[in-house]
């Protein structure tokens, strides 16, 4: 028996009503760590889609193009017959007996008693497939290592580590703008753009970009309109106008063409080129195809006489610009997309600056740890653990003792400023601290070699005057050849070198 249309309808209103309870349970629990959070966003946005299309469904039946719905209604209510009362009743018995027969035809339909809600309780167990690259760790950093190679391979690029391009890709504004118009710069703008959208569907799939977007285009008519966005003034047009002017010969002031040749051949190869005209040939030759101007117009002029593709220069110079101005519009989403992804943006320059100090080993064990530690952290987390005295988590996640707490001294606070202020509880994590890549990162920026002699030393003022000492008893200890450097006479009398030439000068020796 197949549903009726009115059935399909409060069938279709009971889904999206259950969905949205469904949706406010999940948003009221709190979840366990980072990848239940991610785990929690994407249930909701799975949701969230079907009440949309459960929506779309409902649009459709009410909408009623074919007038199915509005003839049910009619036949229920016994409409289009005489009979009146005796017409419904009629109409409730047939649909009563098609009922009957069907259940009969399928005994075992009865039998078979499926609630919806437990379908709908599934959504809330299930974990999405989100795929993430080894780099991105889950969605903790960016991955830009492809697009890092496009940029220093490209001829707008430079040649930079791949720390300095995480924090300056998204500073368009520096980029020439004669490199801006090339179709390589506008392929690279839209392979990050892909990516960031990508990692933020996957990171934030409840951030709703089309509306975010949407904004954007519209301010952006604005400003373009205006010419204030941000690196595509109007200060170019405009000097770029004035140097047009500057290149034009105003043909008034020549009657023959000896005149214009005294211009020069420079000069006139900058005025045929403003008119979109060839500029080869001799400097008699470029002066008689400037000289056709004063008595022939621009658009009368022979195709011969043109550069090529300078004929439709009007008509490149309206794609030109919308051209530039697709590329404009694709750098302000980018820089609102990195505005969105800021955090992310920071923690991986970060990880790219701790990479620098880590060997191959070292970075696989630290991802390692990191996996086990995510695993581990939902199992542990259920029950909430007493800790008052907040002492530090062991390796079973469960407070250590306090004898241990107090033999180790975790309670003394030991701060370095070489480290930006960073504090390290406890004796053992204070002298290994040394040996780890925040303190090296901090010695390297200052510029002196992280040594033994280092040690101990978490002031910068120290550390630069300990710096200068060491330095200064380099300088004593090294060879000085006229104080150090023997030389002997006739006689067999021993004499450094200066007080051997000074005496060698006096005539003494």
């Not at 047009?244 to 190869?269: A, C, H, M, Q, R």
């Not at 923690?347 to 620098?356: F, S, V």
Request: with cysteine; proline share 3%; glycine share 6%.
């Amino acid at each position: 028996m197949s549903s009726t249309l009115l059935e399909v309808t409060r069938g279709a209103h009971e889904d999206a009503e259950r969905l949205e309870r469904l949706v406010v349970r999940e948003m009221r629990r709190e979840p366990e760590n980072g990848r239940d959070r991610l785990y929690q966003s994407h249930r909701v946005r799975s949701m969230i889609d079907l009440i949309v299309s459960t929506s779309d469904k409902l649009v459709e039946i009410y909408e009623d193009k074919d007038n199915a719905r509005k003839d049910e209604i009619a036949a229920l209510g016994g409409q289009g017959s005489r009979g009146g009362d005796d017409r419904v009743l009629t109409a409730f018995f047939e649909r009563l007996k098609e009922i009957r027969e069907y259940h009969k035809r399928n005994p075992s339909v009865a039998r078979v008693v499926i609630d919806p809600a437990e379908e709908y309780e599934e959504l809330l167990k299930e974990e999405p497939h989100i795929e993430f690259s080894g780099e991105e760790a889950y969605g903790k950093y960016l991955d830009l290592h492809e697009l890092y190679n496009e940029f220093i391979n490209s001829k707008f690029g430079s040649k930079i580590d791949y720390s300095a391009y995480v924090s300056t890709f998204s500073e368009t504004h520096k980029i020439p703008r004669n490199f801006k118009s090339s179709r390589q710069y506008r392929e690279y703008l839209e392979h990050v753009m892909d990516y960031l959208i990508h990692f933020l569907e996957r990171t934030q799939p409840l951030t709703d970009l089309e509306k975010i977007f949407s904004k954007i285009e519209s301010e952006f008519e604005e400003q373009w309109a205006d010419g204030t966005v941000p690196g595509w003034e109007n200060k170019e047009e405009k000097e770029t106008k004035s140097s047009f002017n500057e290149s034009l010969i105003d043909l008034d002031y020549y009657s023959t063409i000896e005149e214009l040749i005294e211009v020069g051949p420079e000069k006139l190869k900058q005025a045929l080129a403003a008119r979109g005209l060839k500029v080869g040939g001799t400097v008699q030759q470029r002066a008689e195809r400037l000289f056709l101007l004063k008595h022939t117009p621009l658009e009368k002029l022979d195709k011969k006489h043109f550069a090529k593709g300078a004929k439709n220069s009007e008509q490149n110079g309206s794609e030109q610009s919308g051209f530039l101005k697709e590329i404009a519009l694709l750098e302000v989403k980018m820089q609102k997309l990195c505005e969105l992804l800021k955090e992310v943006i920071v923690q991986t320059k970060e990880n790219a600056d701790k990479k620098q100090t880590l060997t191959y080993e070292e970075m696989e064990a630290e991802r390692e740890e990191e996996e086990v530690a995510a695993e581990v952290e939902s199992d542990d987390e259920e029950q909430q653990i007493y800790n008052p005295l907040k002492l530090p988590m062991g390796f079973d996640g469960k407070p250590i003792p306090y004898w241990l707490y107090k033999l180790h001294g975790l309670g003394q606070e030991f701060k370095c400023e070489i480290c930006g202020n960073h504090s390290y509880w406890g004796r053992r994590a204070y002298e290994r601290h040394f040996k780890e890549w925040r303190h090296q990162h901090g010695m390297r920026c200052l510029g002196i070699p992280n040594t033994k002699n280092f040690n101990e030393i978490t002031s910068i003022e120290e550390a630069k005057e300990l710096w200068d000492r060491i330095q200064a008893n380099q300088g004593v200890n090294k060879w000085r050849p006229d104080l150090e450097e023997e030389y002997e006479d006739r006689e067999g009398n021993i004499y450094n070198k200066k007080t051997f030439t000074d005496l060698q000068r006096q005539g003494l020796i």
